[in-house]
């Protein structure tokens, strides 16, 4: 799979989650466990993201 068609994917994953998240903090009775799960797993895609970012800069100007 060519690095944009992976970070287009991981993209669509890490904006899933934000969505998720403000479900989640929406209701009062919001589960602080699970906030903190998605929060971290949002954080990983965004790092996974910017490293695939990286990659394909350093690959263009190689």
Partial sequence: ???EARI???D???TR???QIDEVTKHPSA???ELARL???KLRLKEQIESLRLSA???LTG
């Fill in 31 to 33: 589960d602080s466990l």
């Fill in 17 to 19: 989650l934000d969505t």
């Fill in 57 to 59: 800069h350093e690959t």
């Fill in 1 to 3: 799979m060519p690095i």
């Fill in 12 to 14: 669509a994953k890490h």
């Fill in 8 to 10: 287009r994917e991981l």
């Fill in 39 to 41: 929060k971290k797993q």
